[in-house]
């Protein structure tokens, strides 16, 4: 099946023969190291959000400022993203940020051609991090898991927004196909900095992990 291109569109389906989008940053965790770090996480209610803020113009905001450069190179860490996840990268004369580049979107399982319409979603929620741990945190340590590679990954900004702050028993990819590479991105952050973990969320994770099982519809 052929992909038609029509003028204008920035989200194009991607064909049927188009391998799943399978795509996880690199020190993600196989399917079952995640299980067996899933098991071992502590599970606890949600704490509170006091405290937690993302307004950096009032200097309150608790992760630090978005997209600080971690490994000082000059390119921040949205940049560095864009340039890893997306394909035909040109980057702004001179500079590091990325201008245009496709991303084929492993949320949606769309191609789209408008780094405009994309943004970096942090797989586990700067939020859902407050109430699992990170709220007793030094602020140095809460920048640098803001801006952790094996958190961040590009997809549609549209369904970046609608996920929120929320957790994998509240939202999934809409591209089922999609899960099981989400919930081992998703435990190995949690796992990675010793995160509480709520029942339902982990219920929801293993049946994200579960899928790693299910051979793709053909």
């Not at 961040?152 to 899960?179: C, F, H, I, R």
């Amino acid at each position: 099946m052929l992909i038609i291109l029509l003028t204008g569109c920035s989200a194009i389906p991607l064909s049927s023969s188009t391998p799943q989008v399978d795509r996880v940053p690199a020190g993600t965790l196989d399917a079952a190291t995640a299980r067996t770090s899933l098991a071992a996480l502590a599970v606890s209610a949600p704490g509170r959000l006091d405290g937690y803020s993302r307004d950096c113009d009032s200097g309150a905001c608790v992760f630090g400022q978005p997209w600080f450069d971690t490994d000082g190179d000059g390119c921040d860490q949205r940049s560095q993203v864009l340039a890893r996840d997306l394909t035909d990268v040109q980057r702004k004369p001179g500079r590091c940020g990325v201008q245009s580049g496709t991303l084929d979107d492993p949320y949606t399982g769309t191609r789209i051609t408008s780094v405009s319409k994309i943004q970096i979603d942090h797989v586990v929620p700067l939020a859902e991090m407050w109430r699992s741990g990170a709220a007793a945190w030094a602020p140095e340590q809460r920048v640098a898991a803001a801006n952790d590679l094996r958190n961040l990954v590009a997809v549609s900004g549209k369904v970046n927004q609608s996920k929120g702050d929320k957790t994998p028993d509240e939202w999934m990819p809409p591209n089922a196909a999609y899960a099981c590479s989400y919930g081992r991105i998703y435990v190995t952050v949690k796992a990675a900095y010793k995160l509480t973990v709520a029942p339902a969320e982990r219920s929801a994770l293993e049946n994200a992990l579960a899928t790693c099982d299910t051979p793709p519809a053909t």
